[in-house]
């Protein structure tokens, strides 16, 4: 089966610029993931979808990061406006459902100048 | 909110030894543990995982453990390959009405042939 699509695989951009990331989960399943993970680090959960809904947005920096999933399949992270420290791989995962094993996509690198 | 504490950061070990990384959690509550190998540009991919109710599981080259009165689960990895070098994160979580991983720092293995 196909895995969890994401792109772009990578991304530059200067500081206060806005970016955007796409992530296609695996075919039928319910939740999806966005995971920050900075350099050196493990991943950090940014928000958690059960189809359309939102399950967990607790940490994600609302005041500039926002995220969606219409229509309950592929999903959209907006980084508005950019900081350095925004500078991470962004990964996407999708599970069958709350309880099942998380998949990773490939992440997006941004980084920012 | 959970805290994973993983040890140690760097590993490098000789083909065909062992090599071992262990994991502390703070939240008594959590029952699910995976654990997860990242290769150099890639997502993280399941390994193994081990639910609270067991103490130990085994597949192949690949065991965990877990004593969950001390708060903690160990990777063990016998007769290593140079295949086997990758970062390594232990995680946990609570699978209540939803499975939301916290992640440990992360172990770089490296496998010396």
């Known amino acids: 089966e196909a895995g969890v699509a994401q792109s772009p695989r990578y991304k530059i951009i200067e500081k206060r610029q806005s970016v955007a990331f796409w992530c296609n989960p695996i075919?039928?399943?319910?939740?999806l993931y966005w995971y920050q993970q900075i350099l050196g680090q493990g991943p950090k959960l940014l928000i958690q979808?059960?189809?359309?809904?939102?399950?967990?947005d607790s940490q994600l920096p609302k005041d500039r990061f926002s995220a969606e999933r219409l229509k309950g399949v592929d999903s959209t992270l907006k980084i508005q406006p950019a900081k350095l420290e925004d500078s991470a791989v962004y990964l996407c995962?999708?599970?069958?459902?709350?309880?099942?094993?998380?998949?990773f996509g490939q992440g997006t690198r941004l980084t920012v100048v | 909110g959970e805290n994973v504490e993983q040890h140690p950061s760097t590993l490098s070990v000789q083909e065909g030894d062992s090599a071992v990384i262990k994991c502390t959690y703070s939240d008594s509550a959590s029952n699910y543990f995976p654990w997860y190998k990242q290769e150099l540009g890639k997502g993280p991919q399941l390994i193994i995982d081990i639910r609270s109710n067991v103490g130990e599981k085994k597949d192949q080259r690949i065991a965990v453990t877990l004593n969950k009165t001390a708060k903690h689960f160990s990777l063990h990895i016998t007769e290593t390959q140079p295949e086997d070098s990758a970062v390594y994160f232990c995680a946990a979580s609570f699978s209540g009405s939803a499975r939301q991983l916290t992640f440990g720092s992360g172990t770089q293995l490296t496998v010396l042939p």
């Open positions: 995962a999708s599970s069958l459902g709350t309880g099942g094993e998380a998949f």
């Open positions: 979808f059960q189809n359309n809904g939102v399950v967990d």
């Open positions: 075919s039928g399943h319910a939740t």
